[in-house]
């Protein structure tokens, strides 16, 4: 059938077909079609949509993103035809059933997932599917190599390059900003690639938004670490393993962290920019998504397996998850917190000291420290100041301010106090609360929003000292975070009163 075509401004992917003339090719909304610009030969197969008002009979509505590949002019003259199911939605169901898949059929589904063969809804079957069904080792090793295989590749002409990646679910891990200088400034390379916050207050790419630009080709980064030794780009623009950003898209409504899953997305963004040697930091605490020790070894073996079979070496660092790193939560306060420290400042302590743990662990891999002793020429790296001369750099070459200093960032001018109602120990802090109040606050978007922590656990306090300060950039985000943190109470000292029990005088 030929239609006429009509531009449609809507970021997706897809076309709107009247329903008289879907009707006449034989398709039904979810079908697929292809869809042909006789001016340029281009072809794009897309998913229809129905509609008897939007467009009318004759006309093809082409969404944004379809159009982007068709290059089609309003009124332009195009072929649709009704396209066929991809093999790919049988191997989804076959796992859907429970069954193993090849790395056949996995390469399949993936190639499908990076051409948008597969809709949404076909894609988070995917995912739920390995939710219930789990990935056994072989297929987190055909994932892995999938993802690496339909995206670009970095091939740098000299190892050892190294890399580090936090699992995540602890708020304020801002160790990237100490980890990545130091290893750069001991002659290393270490291209971090990074991720944008999805449920958290800040991702790593987000806090050094505050700095410099993060979005950068593949090749980019390669000339940027082979310059300066190292760089913090976000992964999302690099094309870079490209099916593991649709599938994290698919997963963030059902919060699902699906451990084969996990597994493959962070060492497919490792072996793709060429890393060798890796350090995998393992938060473990109540509210991570690590419960305990008995769980972070299982996951660090599993970590540990996966590289041996790739030919990269890991190790994986289990660190203590039941608090924030350091006392910022937000990226201005972050990288302020980031800033001081690499300028001199010796606190915070937990910060500081995690940092030159992780940093340490990765210059004995690469040997340029005796085991045992990477923490100590870690150390040694950050208070001479060759690790904010790195830094430097690596924002210079990223198009920031090289010369910025923690005092030149300002963050969120709308401020709230909340105080301790009552003397007593700080007994509990609750991530997954100070991470929803920090969000609610309007972090990673607002860059000025987050938390600021006054007393962490242990710390004895009396009544009206402050426990947070809540920062936002708006003042109705910050009325909001008052609410909010009214409701969660991220931070509890002993001596609250938690409940009453029975509620009111029996009758």
């Known amino acids: 059938m030929k239609l006429a075509a009509k531009n449609l401004d809507i970021a997706t992917r897809g076309?709107?077909?009247?329903?008289?003339?879907?009707?006449?090719?034989?398709?039904?909304?979810?079908?697929?079609?292809q869809?042909?610009?006789?001016?340029?030969?281009?072809?794009a197969t897309a998913f229809v949509e129905t509609t008897s008002t939007i467009a009318q009979q004759g006309t093809l509505g082409v969404y944004r993103i379809t159009n982007e590949r068709l290059q089609l002019e309003d009124g332009a003259e195009i072929e649709i035809r009704e396209a066929g199911r991809p093999a790919s939605l049988d191997f989804i169901k076959k796992k859907m059933d429970g069954h193993k898949l090849?790395?056949?059929?996995?390469?399949?589904?993936i190639k499908d997932v990076v051409r948008d063969e597969i809709s949404s809804a076909e894609l988070t079957a995917y995912i739920t599917a390995s939710y219930i069904n789990p990935l056994d080792m072989d297929e987190v090793e055909y994932l892995t190599r999938a993802m690496v295989e339909t995206g670009e590749q970095i091939t740098f002409a000299s190892r050892p390059i190294v890399d580090k990646h936090s699992i995540g679910g602890v708020p304020g891990n801002k160790i990237?900003?100490?980890?990545?200088?130091?290893?750069?400034?001991s002659g290393l390379k270490i291209p971090k690639t990074s991720s944008r916050a999805i449920t958290g207050a800040g991702g790593t790419a987000d806090l050094m938004e505050v700095l410099a630009s993060v979005e950068f080709t593949s090749s980019e980064v390669q000339q940027m670490t082979d310059k300066v030794g190292g760089c913090i780009v976000w992964g999302g623009a690099t094309n870079i393993a490209?099916?593991?950003?649709?599938?994290?898209?698919?997963?963030?409504?059902?919060?699902?962290?699906?451990?084969?899953?996990?597994?493959?997305?962070?060492?497919?963004?490792?072996?793709?920019?060429?890393?060798?040697?890796?350090?995998?930091?393992?938060?473990?605490?109540?509210?991570?998504?690590?419960?305990?020790?008995?769980?972070?070894?299982?996951?660090?073996?599993?970590?540990?397996?996966?590289?041996?079979?790739?030919?990269m070496r890991v190790e994986c660092a289990l660190t203590y998850g039941d608090i924030?790193?350091?006392?910022?939560?937000?990226?201005?306060?972050?990288?302020?917190?980031?800033?001081?420290?690499?300028?001199?400042?010796?606190?915070?302590?937990?910060?500081?000291?995690?940092?030159?743990?992780?940093?340490?662990?990765?210059?004995?891999?690469?040997?340029?420290?005796?085991?045992?002793?990477?923490?100590?020429?870690?150390?040694?790296?950050?208070?001479?100041?060759?690790?904010?001369?790195?830094?430097?750099?690596?924002?210079?070459?990223?198009?920031?301010?090289?010369?910025?200093?923690?005092?030149?960032?300002?963050?969120?001018?709308h401020q709230f106090v909340v105080r301790a109602p009552a003397s007593g120990y700080v007994i509990e802090m609750n991530n997954r609360s100070l991470?929803?109040?920090?969000?609610?606050?309007?972090?990673?978007?607002?860059?000025?929003?987050?938390?600021?922590?006054?007393?962490?656990?242990?710390?004895?306090?009396?009544?009206?000292?402050?426990?947070?300060?809540?920062?936002?950039?708006?003042?109705?985000?910050?009325?909001?975070?008052?609410?909010?943190?009214?409701?969660?109470?991220?931070?509890?000292?002993?001596?609250?009163?938690?409940?009453?029990?029975?509620?009111?005088?029996?009758?």
Do not use: C
């Open 102 to 109: 090849t790395k056949e059929e996995t390469l399949t589904i």
């Open 15 to 33: 076309v709107l077909l009247n329903r008289l003339d879907a009707r006449g090719i034989g398709v039904m909304n979810g079908d697929r079609v």
């Open 242 to 311: 490209p099916a593991d950003d649709r599938i994290i898209i698919q997963e963030y409504p059902f919060k699902i962290d699906a451990r084969g899953q996990m597994l493959a997305s962070v060492m497919a963004k490792k072996f793709a920019v060429g890393a060798n040697l890796v350090v995998i930091d393992i938060p473990v605490g109540q509210n991570t998504k690590v419960p305990n020790m008995q769980e972070g070894r299982k996951l660090a073996r599993e970590f540990i397996d996966l590289g041996e079979r790739l030919g």
């Open 35 to 43: 869809v042909i610009n006789p001016k340029n030969g281009i072809s």
């Open 435 to 507: 991470i929803t109040l920090a969000r609610t606050a309007g972090a990673p978007q607002d860059l000025g929003a987050g938390l600021l922590l006054h007393a962490k656990k242990g710390r004895l306090v009396k009544a009206g000292e402050p426990l947070f300060t809540i920062f936002a950039d708006r003042n109705w985000r910050l009325q909001n975070a008052i609410e909010e943190g009214r409701r969660l109470m991220p931070i509890l000292v002993e001596g609250m009163l938690l409940d009453r029990v029975p509620s009111a005088p029996e009758m």
């Open 324 to 413: 924030p790193v350091g006392h910022s939560i937000g990226p201005k306060l972050e990288i302020i917190e980031a800033l001081r420290v690499l300028e001199g400042s010796p606190e915070p302590n937990s910060f500081i000291q995690k940092s030159i743990s992780i940093a340490g662990i990765a210059l004995e891999l690469a040997g340029k420290a005796p085991r045992g002793e990477g923490m100590v020429m870690a150390q040694d790296l950050l208070t001479s100041g060759k690790a904010l001369d790195k830094l430097r750099q690596i924002i210079g070459i990223q198009g920031g301010d090289p010369n910025v200093k923690s005092s030149d960032i300002i963050p969120g001018e």
């Open 176 to 185: 990237t900003f100490l980890v990545v200088p130091i290893i750069a400034a």
